[in-house]
């Protein structure tokens, strides 16, 4: 981190200049990635003693830990304006006054183990006045561009040492003129009050356990009029109190809900107290895409590009073991191959775990890159189980199972009655197919190949690295199924795979965690929207998740091939092809997520949510919040391809969109 005298950053802050320093001393360190009209603070976060003092110091790290405010800095640094002091409380008290900031005893403890000089009692003093001095000319500026300012002073407390129940925060107001700032507090209170944590009993009080008396308070609220300070204590709760071990799930939920409450309030101020307009809240955080994201990035890309989770699973001799299998009578199951892996699983692991994702702040990014890496070391087990009894244990945790409610929606599906069809139906063979697409991708404004593949399960195909879309060279289409691959393979797949490669992060080219369900989702509501989805096709997906909950109950290849045939009256080909997705690699689980993706946006939309922003690549529905507000951010490029029947759909059809409904009420 940039090492800056006070006098350099009150410069900075004078000028406008967002910037992250430390003071050349250590004691304090700025963050200011925009100038925005609240601040976030952790005055008592440090547990630094400078090496003239830390030698006489008669508490261990761990004692004064149990007093200081272990982490509070930490988690705030997903927000834009953020001042953490990193010295320790024992050393100089931020919350005292200049005259009482350096004590011989605190709370009851004898500091030191001699009398300090008035020498080393100036140099404490003098860190005080320096981050007052910083602090006074940040609020300045925040002051003179926005009229008014909101500050959180946060801070933690031991429970331990409350001997009756006490709230898992507490605002303290001693400063606060009530009749004026009355209801700020009463919209932060009632935004903590919605934070749940694992394990933890919510809830927010007003002076309850502390009543905000400290000089950081006092001096703001004599300084300045129109700044508001909110003192907030939260239980520790986070860590043991008397180690300071940190408990990860309960910290990264807080991190989240901090800044989805902090910024949810000072909205409610801003709107009312500054001169800035706020519309959308996520105008309150920062639209720097920060380095260590673009870094972090780079090398996640880097390690995962030639992942082609698809091609490596997918057999090599699938039309040489069907004419094997149909030949046999259907008692010889398939003895497929694939091909040999290009690269090394468990070393990819081994870097995907290296990356340094605990550099980016933004506790919502971060998720989103955590989870991402978490799910490509999966990958790299299902890539090096393929073939073995591993591969569907495997398979189960990259991709799940069918829920019940996933079975339920197959079941209805499976009971509608079909459309009629017309017998004298076109047909088209592969080459014909490819001369389809070729004459109708230009609508979509970009270009695709086509070609021809005999080694696939799969009718129609995306190759994204290649921009290529693959038939299979035994299938037979009918006009109609031709425009549904048509707005599914080339109106999502490659869509999708193009505005990746227009945005500032890779990410969105590789995919998150869950994009193969949001995808196929998207892809078949596209289907739907465009006018081409059939009531048989949706069968054909219900089959999937039936054909899936087969292999997961124990069924060998022949026995699903049988009751997909048999049971379900599918076609021999229409049966071999749908085990095949299914006992691929040892057993992938997959297929069952066209159903539920389907679903899922359609009860997005059921409720009236925007999912254009799904589009921009390969994501995942369950992160379009924080998709969302990237984009609203400028972290992220709204999508530049749409298809146009998600502006203008096309569904008329009574019959489907009564059956469509359906899957959204079960």
Same mark, same amino acid.
């Given at each position: 981190?940039?090492?800056?005298?006070?006098?350099?950053?009150?410069?900075?802050?004078?000028?406008?200049?967002?910037?992250?320093?430390?003071?050349?001393?250590?004691?304090?360190?700025?963050?200011?990635?925009?100038?925005?009209?609240?601040?976030?603070?952790?005055?008592?976060?440090?547990?630094?003693?400078?090496?003239?003092?830390?030698?006489?110091?008669?508490?261990?790290?761990?004692?004064?830990?149990?007093?200081?405010?272990?982490?509070?800095?930490?988690?705030?640094?997903?927000?834009?304006?953020?001042?953490?002091?990193?010295?320790?409380?024992?050393?100089?008290?931020?919350?005292?006054?200049?005259?009482?900031?350096?004590?011989?005893?605190?709370?009851?403890?004898?500091?030191?183990?001699?009398?300090?000089?008035?020498?080393?009692?100036?140099?404490?003093?003098?860190?005080?006045?320096?981050?007052?001095?910083?602090?006074?000319?940040?609020?300045?500026?925040?002051?003179?561009?926005?009229?008014?300012?909101?500050?959180?002073?946060?801070?933690?407390?031991?429970?331990?040492?409350?001997?009756?129940?006490?709230?898992?925060?507490?605002?303290?107001?001693?400063?606060?003129?009530?009749?004026?700032?009355?209801?700020?507090?009463?919209?932060?209170?009632?935004?903590?009050?919605?934070?749940?944590?694992?394990?933890?009993?919510?809830?927010?009080?007003?002076?309850?356990?502390?009543?905000?008396?400290?000089?950081?308070?006092?001096?703001?609220?004599?300084?300045?009029?129109?700044?508001?300070?909110?003192?907030?204590?939260?239980?520790?709760?986070?860590?043991?109190?008397?180690?300071?071990?940190?408990?990860?799930?309960?910290?990264?939920?807080?991190?989240?809900?901090?800044?989805?409450?902090?910024?949810?309030?000072?909205?409610?101020?801003?709107?009312?107290?500054?001169?800035?307009?706020?519309?959308?809240?996520?105008?309150?955080?920062?639209?720097?895409?920060?380095?260590?994201?673009?870094?972090?990035?780079?090398?996640?890309?880097?390690?995962?590009?030639?992942?082609?989770?698809?091609?490596?699973?997918?057999?090599?001799?699938?039309?040489?073991?069907?004419?094997?299998?149909?030949?046999?009578?259907?008692?010889?199951?398939?003895?497929?191959?694939?091909?040999?892996?290009?690269?090394?699983?468990?070393?990819?692991?081994?870097?995907?775990?290296?990356?340094?994702?605990?550099?980016?702040?933004?506790?919502?990014?971060?998720?989103?890159?955590?989870? $991402?890496?978490?799910? %490509?070391? &999966? !990958? +790299?087990?299902?890539?090096?189980?393929? @073939?073995?009894? /591993?591969? =569907?244990?495997?398979?189960?945790?990259?991709?799940?199972?069918?829920?019940?409610?996933?079975? $339920?929606?197959?079941? %209805?599906? &499976? !009971? +509608?009655?079909?459309?009629?069809?017309? @017998?004298?139906? /076109?047909? =088209?063979?592969?080459?014909?197919?490819?001369?389809?697409?070729?004459?109708?991708?230009?609508?979509?404004?970009?270009?695709?190949?086509?070609?021809?593949?005999?080694?696939?399960?799969?009718?129609?195909?995306?190759?994204?690295?290649?921009?290529?879309?693959?038939?299979?060279?035994?299938?037979?289409?009918?006009?109609?199924?031709?425009?549904?691959?048509?707005?599914?393979?080339?109106?999502?797949?490659?869509?999708?795979?193009?505005?990746?490669?227009?945005?500032?992060?890779?990410?969105?080219?590789?995919?998150?965690?869950?994009?193969?369900?949001?995808?196929?989702?998207?892809?078949?509501?596209?289907?739907?929207?465009?006018?081409?989805?059939?009531?048989?096709?949706?069968?054909?997906?219900?089959?999937?998740?039936?054909?899936?909950?087969?292999?997961?109950?124990?069924?060998?290849?022949?026995?699903?091939?049988?009751?997909?045939?048999?049971?379900?009256?599918?076609?021999?080909?229409?049966?071999?092809?749908?085990?095949?997705?299914?006992?691929?690699?040892?057993?992938?689980?997959?297929?069952?997520?066209?159903?539920?993706?389907?679903?899922?946006?359609?009860?997005?939309?059921?409720?009236?949510?925007?999912?254009?922003?799904?589009?921009?690549?390969?994501?995942?529905?369950?992160?379009?919040?924080?998709?969302?507000?990237?984009?609203?951010?400028?972290?992220?490029?709204?999508?530049?391809?749409?298809?146009?029947?998600?502006?203008?759909?096309?569904?008329?059809?009574?019959?489907?969109?009564?059956?469509?409904?359906?899957?959204?009420?079960?």
């Amino acid at each position: 981190m940039l090492e800056l005298s006070p006098a350099e950053m009150i410069k900075r802050i004078s000028k406008g200049t967002p910037f992250t320093a430390t003071t050349v001393s250590g004691s304090f360190s700025v963050y200011i990635q925009d100038y925005i009209p609240y601040v976030c603070t952790a005055i008592h976060n440090g547990n630094n003693l400078r090496d003239s003092l830390d030698k006489d110091c008669l508490l261990s790290d761990i004692e004064r830990r149990y007093e200081e405010d272990a982490f509070t800095g930490d988690m705030l640094l997903s927000l834009p304006m953020v001042i953490i002091c990193n010295d320790s409380r024992y050393e100089y008290d931020l919350n005292r006054s200049p005259d009482e900031c350096v004590k011989e005893t605190v709370f009851d403890r004898k500091i030191w183990d001699r009398k300090l000089s008035q020498t080393e009692i100036n140099k404490s003093k003098h860190k005080h006045s320096q981050f007052y001095e910083v602090l006074e000319a940040l609020l300045n500026k925040i002051v003179t561009i926005f009229d008014s300012c909101l500050v959180y002073d946060i801070h933690s407390y031991n429970p331990d040492k409350i001997n009756r129940e006490s709230p898992l925060f507490n605002i303290g107001t001693h400063w606060i003129d009530k009749s004026v700032n009355g209801k700020y507090v009463e919209h932060w209170k009632n935004q903590l009050s919605k934070i749940r944590l694992p394990n933890i009993t919510p809830g927010a009080a007003v002076d309850d356990v502390f009543f905000g008396k400290g000089y950081f308070a006092e001096f703001i609220s004599r300084k300045f009029k129109r700044v508001l300070v909110l003192p907030t204590e939260i239980k520790k709760v986070y860590c043991d109190p008397k180690t300071s071990t940190i408990y990860p799930l309960v910290f990264d939920r807080l991190k989240v809900s901090w800044k989805k409450s902090i910024v949810e309030n000072a909205m409610f101020f801003c709107n009312k107290e500054t001169n800035l307009i706020i519309t959308k809240k996520n105008q309150l955080l920062s639209f720097d895409l920060d380095k260590s994201i673009i870094k972090l990035d780079k090398a996640l890309y880097k390690i995962v590009r030639r992942f082609d989770l698809l091609s490596n699973i997918t057999p090599q001799n699938v039309e040489h073991e069907k004419q094997k299998y149909f030949k046999s009578g259907f008692k010889k199951a398939p003895n497929f191959r694939y091909r040999q892996l290009t690269i090394n699983p468990f070393e990819i692991k081994g870097k995907l775990y290296q990356l340094p994702v605990h550099s980016i702040n933004d506790i919502n990014i971060y998720n989103l890159y955590k989870d $991402s890496i978490k799910l %490509f070391a &999966l !990958h +790299c087990d299902l890539l090096s189980s393929i @073939g073995s009894k /591993k591969f =569907f244990y495997h398979s189960l945790l990259c991709f799940g199972e069918p829920s019940e409610n996933d079975k $339920s929606n197959a079941r %209805f599906l &499976l !009971h +509608c009655p079909s459309q009629p069809t017309q @017998g004298d139906e /076109k047909k =088209f063979d592969a080459e014909q197919a490819v001369d389809y697409f070729k004459q109708h991708i230009n609508q979509f404004g970009f270009e695709c190949k086509v070609a021809i593949s005999n080694k696939m399960v799969a009718r129609a195909l995306v190759v994204p690295s290649q921009r290529k879309l693959l038939i299979r060279k035994s299938a037979i289409y009918t006009e109609k199924e031709l425009q549904a691959l048509l707005y599914h393979e080339i109106g999502v797949h490659m869509m999708t795979t193009m505005n990746a490669e227009k945005q500032p992060l890779k990410l969105f080219r590789s995919g998150l965690p869950n994009n193969t369900q949001t995808q196929e989702g998207l892809a078949i509501y596209c289907e739907y929207v465009s006018g081409n989805l059939t009531i048989d096709r949706l069968k054909e997906l219900a089959l999937r998740v039936i054909a899936v909950s087969l292999m997961i109950k124990g069924y060998d290849f022949k026995q699903i091939f049988s009751c997909l045939h048999e049971d379900y009256d599918l076609s021999l080909d229409k049966a071999f092809y749908l085990t095949t997705r299914v006992v691929r690699g040892g057993g992938l689980t997959k297929d069952y997520l066209y159903l539920r993706g389907l679903r899922e946006i359609l009860s997005k939309l059921n409720k009236s949510e925007d999912i254009k922003n799904l589009f921009i690549g390969k994501t995942d529905i369950g992160y379009l919040g924080i998709i969302n507000e990237m984009v609203e951010r400028e972290m992220l490029l709204p999508p530049y391809y749409i298809p146009k029947h998600i502006e203008n759909p096309d569904t008329n059809d009574v019959v489907l969109n009564y059956v469509t409904g359906g899957l959204i009420k079960t």
